[in-house]
């Protein structure tokens, strides 16, 4: 008997105990809970708006595409400054590009390069930053200004880049457009000779390198880099 009422006074004590820390510790962990429920319902409400703003900025993107097809440059152009200013995901930065595409498309070049520069200077993602170098190079090819493509795709030519092999392409051609035939021929053979260059292109360059054998600037290559070699076994110093 004695054993049984320790143990219900035992109890109640613990009980008492538990209350006791319930009232000073409760309102805490009920209002932590809340809190963790706020952040896992307010992430999901992110998610769904952020989900949301991009399926509106899709929808845009999608009718200002369809205004540049159709020929409404003006409506199309404005929609793409639109999703540029306020758009959402990635869309932005495809806007930039479709818009610099569409002024090309109208024959405005210099705009167009001034579009693909600001790109480059603004946009955060490095590889999105050369390609828009690379775009403004093929723009500036029929110009013939070899300075002004080197700037902006010269960096891109270093072994094992991506996109070396476009940037010696682009260079060539403002070579060549310039009428420095040898130096065009140096960088259509760079691309040849490697092994990674993509198919398409090799292909281009091989009628490149052809137009140029048909002008005779390859024999006339050769026998300069004939001359260069015993120039520079001479200068060598002996052993």
């Known amino acids: 008997m004695s054993d049984e009422i320790f143990h219900e006074v035992d109890e109640d004590l613990r009980n008492e105990r538990m209350r006791r820390l319930w009232s000073q510790f409760g309102p805490w962990i009920i209002g932590a809970a809340v809190v963790i429920v706020l952040i896992v319902a307010g992430n999901e409400a992110w998610r769904w708006w952020q989900s949301s703003q991009q399926n509106a900025s899709a929808e845009q993107f999608v009718a200002a595409l369809d205004q540049v097809e159709e020929g409404n440059y003006d409506e199309g152009i404005a929609a793409l400054n639109e999703i540029e200013a306020n758009g959402a995901g990635n869309y932005p930065a495809l806007a930039s590009f479709r818009e610099a595409a569409a002024l090309a498309q109208q024959g405005k070049i210099d705009e167009a390069v001034a ?14 930053r050369e390609l828009s170098s690379l775009f403004a190079a093929y723009l500036l090819v029929d110009g013939g200004d070899p300075l002004a493509v080197s700037q902006r795709v010269g960096d891109l030519q270093v072994d094992g880049h991506p996109l070396r092999n476009a940037a010696r392409e682009a260079l060539g051609l403002t ?39 048909s002008q005779g600037v390859a024999e006339e290559a050769a026998p300069a880099a004939e001359e260069a070699a015993p120039a520079e076994t001479e200068a060598a110093p002996s052993e």
């Open 115 to 128: 579009a693909y520069d600001a790109i480059a200077t603004s946009q955060g993602d490095q590889r999105l």
């Open 175 to 213: 070579y060549y457009q310039a009428g420095q035939f040898a130096e065009a021929l140096n960088q259509f053979e760079a691309v040849a000779n490697d092994p990674a260059a993509p198919r398409n292109l090799a292909q281009r360059v091989g009628l490149y390198l052809a137009q140029l054998e």
